[in-house]
């Protein structure tokens, strides 16, 4: 196989998810991109359901030819150390591509709740171990793990209610019947901008610039608890490595480019540049953090 004949049809991208999440938004703005750039359509592909196992299942299985790939979140690495019989392996049958983005986790309250700070919510929650629920995006996503790495960290006792993605999550806090949530930044940051929602901190390394005055928790003195949420695109292992290359040399490109930059970041995410060899190294990282976790947390599926 020659690089400059790929490719020569449509290319599809399965996204484990129902359409509208994070996922669905990278997805469509880089499948555009990546169209242009080939001069070939690309299309999005929602094969929902089951914590996003039957989306990487069949992408996993489909022939390695670079005219199917994966868009998946941090299920990616988290699911292997939480479900037995994936009927996929993730090292072995995935050859990775790009990291294009991560999303911060965020925490966020209803207003009516009393804390507004991590001080004050850290407090709330220690005086009344076991009181305060959390809506997370469903068991097992990175929102929900950065929580649990949270609790694991600083002996918290809050009990966890999962919903089926980020957007009925929101609508569970926003509505008050969850007061607290752990979500992805993309469905809170309009519900947070217009104080419906009062974002108390993200779980990842650095501020958003999108919501810059919501503090992290290492900069409110909680090491050691980072969490993103992260977006990978990955293809069948056994993909010809020029077709990997090329992809990834396209992806990188369109990353690069400010306008489709200022959407994404616009919309809740960190806009990475990366290898194919970083992406494997970042993939065996994070499944080793998340399954301590899990491990420690004694995580079980919905």
Do not use: C
Request: charged share 15%; no cysteine.
């Amino acid at each position: 196989l020659r690089a400059q004949e790929y490719p020569n049809r449509p290319i599809k991208i399965v996204i484990p998810y129902p359409p509208g999440g994070p996922s669905d938004i990278v997805g469509r703005l880089l499948g555009q991109a990546l169209s242009e750039s080939l001069g070939k359509s690309v299309f999005i592909e929602s094969k929902p359901g089951a914590a996003a196992n039957i989306g990487m299942q069949y992408v996993a299985r489909s022939n390695p030819d670079g005219y199917t790939l994966l868009l998946v979140s941090s299920n990616l690495v988290i699911n292997p150390n939480l479900y037995s019989n994936l009927g996929y392996d993730v090292i072995k049958d995935f050859a990775p591509i790009i990291m294009p983005v991560g999303s911060p986790n965020l925490i966020v309250v209803h207003p009516s709740f009393p804390a507004k700070n991590v001080q004050e919510f850290l407090a709330l929650i220690k005086a009344s171990p076991g009181k305060n629920d959390f809506a997370s995006p469903g068991g097992g996503s990175g929102p929900h793990l950065s929580a649990e790495l949270l609790k694991l960290k600083l002996n918290l006792n809050m009990q966890h209610i999962p919903f089926n993605g980020g957007g009925p999550a929101v609508q569970a806090v926003l509505g008050n019947q969850v007061p607290i949530g752990f979500s992805t930044l993309p469905p809170a940051i309009a519900q947070v901008k217009s104080g419906k929602l009062v974002g108390i901190a993200f779980t990842s390394s650095s501020r958003s610039t999108v919501l810059p005055d919501i503090p992290t928790l290492v900069e409110s003195g909680i090491p050691e608890v980072e969490g993103e949420t992260l977006q990978f695109i990955v293809a069948p292992a056994g993909t010809p490595s020029v077709i990997i290359q090329k992809l990834n040399l396209e992806f990188n490109k369109a990353l690069s480019n400010p306008e489709l930059q200022a959407k994404l970041i616009n919309a809740g995410f960190f806009v990475y540049n990366n290898s194919p060899e970083q992406v494997a190294q970042k993939i065996r990282l994070e499944l080793d953090k998340w399954g301590a976790v899990i491990k420690a947390g004694k995580i079980k599926p919905d």
